[in-house]
């Protein structure tokens, strides 16, 4: 085969990068990343755990701050985070597995598990609920029937939520139409999992997913009794914003009694929420992607398989979605809730990955994770220009 000069080169310049790779995460490096938490590097903040990896090699970790500021416990990479709604990629997880398994597919109607929804005039499917194009409407834009508030100090589980949702005698629009972030669409598929399956949706992912993973400190937080190992407390920063939404909500919350407000969560809902882990855990999972051992490539592909909908988005995922920073093409999802935040990025071609998880309530940990991999891209990544070098020297 006839390779030209300019692409002996272009591989040449693409192997010196891969080679050097490992040695230009250097100190310089890590201390540019500890800069972004340096408010939160002492022991009476809350604040954040990290992990960055390429392929299957772990080029840092470290935690920043309190997993609990009663008793000054640093975090770690064994303290377990609620990481919200990054845990709709384990959800979908499920529903992939499912599928592999030949027992439903994505354009199986969602009524055929959950019968309640054979009122609605349009037939929503399992696909609707994955891609966020329902139309159901979130439980937490109507009012509870209670006369509480959804502030998650008060008690409700997934149940409630769904009686709530389904509640409505009709969609906010025809499935297929719109996009609309909806934590329902996934505790409906949490259902969908335990009929199917017939285990309780926790043992479903144990057994499946977790076990098999080497993910032994993840779990699905469906009992707020339930005791936890080396589990964060979530806070959120005591400004006068905050206690203002705090106090409109009808908690008494006051102004000037420390830095930091705890938020315990006394709801058990998950499916759209609900996992807790830790980031050795997720670089487990996140390594998976790029090995391959678990689920081959069939769950590879369903993972980040796409549709284009009426509403013309086509980027969302298996509770992944897909964009772009600086010309790098990655896969994520981030999480944020009262206390935490979370996000796991992975740069596709380049095979990093970035995890951040805090247990303060700012969902600025994508943020924190965009700062980090500029600083990857501006030290390590292959350009997008020679990228495209090659691909287009390749067809010459």
Same mark, same amino acid.
């Given at each position: 085969m006839k390779i030209s000069i300019g692409l002996f080169l272009l591989l040449a310049i693409v192997n010196c990068y891969a080679q050097t790779f490992g040695n230009t995460f250097t100190n310089q490096t890590k201390t540019k990343i500890d800069n972004i938490f340096s408010a939160y590097s002492k022991l009476n903040s809350a604040g954040y755990a990290i992990g960055i990896v390429k392929s299957t090699n772990v080029l840092?970790?470290?935690?920043?701050?309190?997993?609990?500021? *009663?008793? !000054? &416990?640093?975090?770690?990479?064994?303290?377990?985070?609620? /990481?919200?709604?990054? $845990? #709709?990629?384990?959800?979908?997880?499920?529903?992939?597995?499912?599928?592999? *398994?030949? !027992? &439903?597919?994505?354009?199986?109607?969602?009524?055929?598990? /959950?019968?309640?929804? $054979? #009122?609605?005039?349009?037939?929503?499917?399992?696909?609707?609920?994955?891609?966020?194009?329902?139309?159901?409407?979130?439980?937490?834009?109507?009012?509870?029937?209670?006369?509480? $508030?959804?502030v998650t100090f008060n008690y409700f589980n997934n149940n409630y939520c769904i009686k709530v949702s389904l509640s409505q005698d009709t969609l906010a629009f025809k499935p297929n139409d719109k996009w609309d972030y909806c934590n329902i669409n996934y505790m409906l598929l949490v259902k969908i999992v335990e009929k199917v399956s017939g285990q309780s949706f926790k043992e479903f992912c144990i057994q499946r997913l977790f076990i098999l993973l080497g993910m032994t400190h993840t779990l699905i937080n469906d009992d707020n009794t339930e005791v936890i190992p080396n589990r964060v407390t979530?806070?959120?920063?005591?400004?006068?914003?905050?206690?203002?939404?705090?106090?409109?909500?009808?908690?008494?919350?006051?102004?000037?009694?420390?830095?930091?407000?705890?938020?315990?969560?006394?709801?058990?809902?998950?499916?759209?929420?609900?996992?807790?882990?830790?980031?050795?855990?997720?670089?487990?999972?996140?390594?998976?992607?790029?090995?391959?051992?678990?689920?081959?490539q069939e769950f590879y592909d369903l993972m980040h398989h796409t549709e284009t909908f009426a509403n013309g988005k086509n980027n969302q995922a298996f509770g992944l979605y897909f964009d772009t920073l600086k010309g790098r093409s990655y896969v994520a999802w981030d999480g944020g809730d009262y206390g935490v935040s979370s996000q796991l990025i992975r740069f596709i071609n380049e095979k990093i990955v970035i995890i951040v998880l805090s247990n303060i309530g700012t969902r600025e940990a994508y943020k924190k994770a965009n700062t980090i991999a500029e600083i990857l891209i501006n030290k390590t990544f292959i350009t997008p220009a020679i990228a495209n070098q090659i691909e287009s020297l390749r067809t010459e």
């Open positions: 840092y970790i470290k935690g920043y701050g309190s997993a609990n500021l *009663d008793y !000054k &416990i640093p975090i770690t990479a064994s303290s377990a985070f609620d /990481i919200a709604s990054v $845990s #709709k990629q384990f959800t979908a997880a499920c529903i992939a597995l499912l599928i592999t *398994d030949k !027992k &439903i597919t994505l354009e199986t109607p969602a009524e055929t598990f /959950i019968p309640e929804l $054979s #009122k609605y005039k349009d037939t929503i499917r399992i696909k609707h609920l994955i891609y966020n194009t329902s139309g159901i409407i979130d439980y937490y834009k109507l009012p509870r029937p209670d006369g509480e $508030s959804w979530p806070y959120n920063e005591r400004t006068h914003e905050i206690v203002d939404a705090y106090r409109k909500e009808g908690f008494d919350v006051n102004y000037n009694d420390g830095k930091w407000i705890q938020h315990p969560r006394n709801s058990p809902h998950y499916g759209g929420s609900g996992v807790v882990t830790t980031i050795n855990d997720l670089i487990k999972w996140s390594e998976n992607f790029f090995t391959k051992k678990f689920g081959g």
